[in-house]
Each structure stands twice: as structure tokens, then as C-alpha cells.
């Protein structure tokens, strides 16, 4: 981890548009998902039952539980809805000279 608490991920290049990917960051499951412009970081299991969001499908700003459908906003990691009630953590991200980090500090 840096001074600033990111901590280096993956290179950008190594995202493809729509598609999660998983990662541990600091002993965190990380998922990242390239949308159209930017990549979100979003805890990487389903608060509904312990499942892998990068295991889901992502539309706009979402991605999909597989398990029972919920879709999880991006942005902010609020469910949109049910089963799932309570949201998921998102983390901030940097890309700096093509390289994705992300701060997981404050975790669950
Ligand atoms: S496990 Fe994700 S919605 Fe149920």
C-alpha cells in the first residue's frame, strides 16, 4: 500500500469494457468493472448471501447478482433490488500512467 492508501491493482489494459474481474487488495475481494469510461471498485461478494459479484453480468452502471438478480449500482454499491437490501461497499479508484489502484482502507 502507498502513503496515500492505494494500492496497485492491475494495469487498465488488463480490463475489458463490461466484464468484472476479480481481485484481492489488501486481503479484500475487489471487483473491478471498465464501464464506458471509467473503472468502479465494488466488494466483490453479494450482501445478500456470500456470492461473487464479478461472477455477474453488468449493464450501464450495474452489475447483476447471478445468484437471485439483484442489481448493485456502481456507483455507490446501493442494491436496486430485492433480494438484496443493504448495500455493498465501493472504493475509490485512481488510474495513474496506466496503472488501476484502489484504497480499501475502512472496510467491512
Ligand atoms: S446472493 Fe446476490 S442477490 Fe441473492
Not at 453480468?57 to 437471485?68: I, S
Not at 436496486?80 to 472496510?107: C, F, K, N, S, W
Amino acid at each position: 500500500m502507498s502513503r496515500s492508501g492505494y494500492t496497485y491493482v492491475c494495469r487498465f489494459d488488463a480490463l475489458e469494457e463490461g466484464v468484472p474481474r476479480r481481485f484481492e487488495v489488501e486481503g479484500v475481494p475487489v471487483s473491478l468493472v471498465l464501464t464506458e469510461r471509467e473503472v468502479f471498485a465494488i466488494h466483490d461478494v453479494c450482501s445478500h448471501s456470500a456470492v461473487s459479484l464479478s461472477e455477474g453480468e453488468v449493464d450501464g452502471f450495474t452489475v447483476e447478482c447471478w445468484l437471485h438478480s439483484s442489481r448493485f449500482d456502481l456507483r455507490t454499491g446501493h442494491p436496486l433490488d430485492r433480494p438484496a437490501t443493504r448495500p455493498v461497499p465501493v472504493y475509490p479508484v485512481r488510474i495513474e500512467d496506466g496503472d488501476v489502484h484502489v484504497q480499501v482502507t475502512g472496510t467491512p
